[in-house]
């Protein structure tokens, strides 16, 4: 972005180089419904108008759709995890820009309203009601909105060049991204993320799943996925998007409030409106079959501060800490490995292996950051005839894309990957639920679906799981 004084020249209406960054949508309206919110928009609104605006000059605009009654996602979220809240809201000019046009830089339409090309229509009448003129008024960033108020931009954004993006994948990789997927409706969609891909980008990553997702799981939305949580780059299994920003703040409230009810100490909860579970197969057994942790995690600085780890923090007063609760039952033992059954009740990073790994004292298989110790004395395993079978099958099979090694890894190889996989989940129906509040004011959540998700294993972890089992 450039950092350029708005010029003086009133002609000019914005600043060309920002407005080359944005991806313009297609100049046809598509009724589609955006995750029960009932927004018919897919791009914008081309409204010729003879209407004069606040200096008199009469022009061309393009037009959003008319404003409706708005949802605070963050109050349903909260609702849905157990919380009285109101749902309602009350909506700004730029928070329906931003709703109306997700891919218009933020930056892009902060400066429009800064340099006050923003509008509103405005209706004059006379004493009997009939409408004398319609004129375009100046509205701020921060104005409130009242149901059918019209927001206006300036045309000029049309006399740009769309520009296209890049696409980085190749065919097979674009259908192997698509193949992940495991459920999607109106406000969510889920996949089954692979071990050894990022979710989100970073200093090295190349491809993340979000920008993966973005490109090419959006379809026919505007709008791209945004993701509500997250899982290890090494983790696998369960992702959860919004398809929307309003159906993503629902997800984030109800995922955030998960997390603060149980660190409330409100684990004795039956009908917890979230819940997940993963599978871990771990090194040694734990002393009981089953049980609760739990144990405050906090951050440590390592390696003169070129990195950082998550550790149980003993004495909560001399450090910062966050409160983490965690469910585990045993499933199976076998050769000195236990597959664990985990359910966080809060939601803090890399609890489940801290946990396994500190408190447990079984860390996870291919878990080399908090149970290095333990693969230090890493045996691998003799050869059987179910390991031959196994990888000549796997000598047959074609590489995947993204130069991910999902054939590898498994207890009897000399490195084995990451064994941590978020098999199954329970979640509210998002959108039933939007749908409820916005065609009734009496809503009734009560009555609400639960989603059940169920993520198979990956290859590495199938292949340990058939020799411990067999």
């Known amino acids: ?72 996602g963050s109050a349903l979220g909260k609702q849905l995890a157990g919380f009285s809240s109101v749902v309602t809201s009350e909506t700004t000019a730029v928070k329906w820009v931003i709703r109306c046009c997700p891919q218009l830089p933020r930056n892009l339409i902060q400066k429009l309203f800064r340099l006050r090309q923003v509008r509103r229509e405005s209706i004059s009448s006379d004493n009997g009601g009939q409408i004398q003129e319609r004129k375009l008024k100046r509205v701020t960033a921060k104005d409130s909105l009242n149901v059918g108020d019209r927001i206006f931009l300036p045309i000029t954004i049309q006399e740009f060049p769309t520009e296209k993006k890049d696409c980085p994948c190749t065919e097979e990789e674009v259908n192997y991204i698509r193949s992940l997927e495991l459920y999607k409706d109106p406000a969510i969609i889920v996949v089954n993320k692979p071990p050894g891909m990022p979710v989100q980008g970073g200093i090295g990553i190349k491809r993340s799943f979000d920008e993966l997702a973005a490109a090419y799981l959006t379809y026919d939305y505007s709008e791209p996925p945004r993701l509500v949580h997250r899982l290890d780059r090494d983790s696998s299994g369960i992702l959860v998007m919004g398809r929307t920003q309003t159906s993503a703040t629902v997800l984030h409230s109800v995922f955030r409030e998960k997390t603060i009810g ?61 409160h983490a609760i965690t469910e585990y039952r045993v499933i199976e033992s076998s050769h000195g ?10 939601g803090r990073k890399h609890q489940l292996r801290v946990h396994c790994a500190e408190v447990l004292g079984t860390p996870i298989v291919g878990d ?15 050869p059987s005839d179910l390991i031959k079978n196994l990888n000549e099958k796997v000598s047959k099979e074609k590489a995947l894309p993204f130069g991910l090694d999902l054939e590898n890894g498994s207890i009897f190889g000399k490195h084995p990957h990451l064994h941590l996989h978020c098999k199954e989940m329970f979640l509210p129906n998002v959108s039933q639920a939007l749908q409820t509040v916005q065609l009734s004011s009496d809503y009734d959540l009560s009555e609400l679906e639960t989603l059940k998700l169920v993520a198979p294993l990956p290859s590495h972890m199938q292949r340990s799981w058939d020799f411990l089992n067999s």
């Open 1 to 72: 972005m450039h950092n350029r004084k708005a010029s003086t020249n009133l002609t000019v209406m914005v600043d060309p180089s920002l407005l080359r960054r944005f991806l313009l949508l297609r100049l046809q309206l598509c009724s589609v419904t955006r995750g029960g919110v009932g927004l018919s928009i897919s791009a914008f609104q081309r409204h010729y108008t003879t209407n004069k605006d606040d200096n008199g000059k009469r022009g061309k605009w393009f037009t959003l759709p008319p404003f409706g009654s708005s949802i605070n």
């Open 262 to 322: 149980a660190s409330k100490d409100d684990i004795d909860n039956e009908k917890r409106i979230l819940q997940r579970w993963y599978w871990a197969l771990v090194i040694g057994s734990p002393r009981r079959s089953k049980g609760l942790i739990s144990a405050p995690l906090g951050k440590v600085v390592v390696d003169n501060g070129k990195s950082d780890r998550i550790t149980i923090v003993n004495n909560t007063q001399n450090m910062t800490s966050q």
């Open 337 to 346: 490995y236990t597959w664990l059954e985990l359910s966080p009740l809060t």
């Open 368 to 382: 080399y950051k908090y149970g290095w110790q333990a693969h230090r004395k890493w045996k691998q395993l003799h």
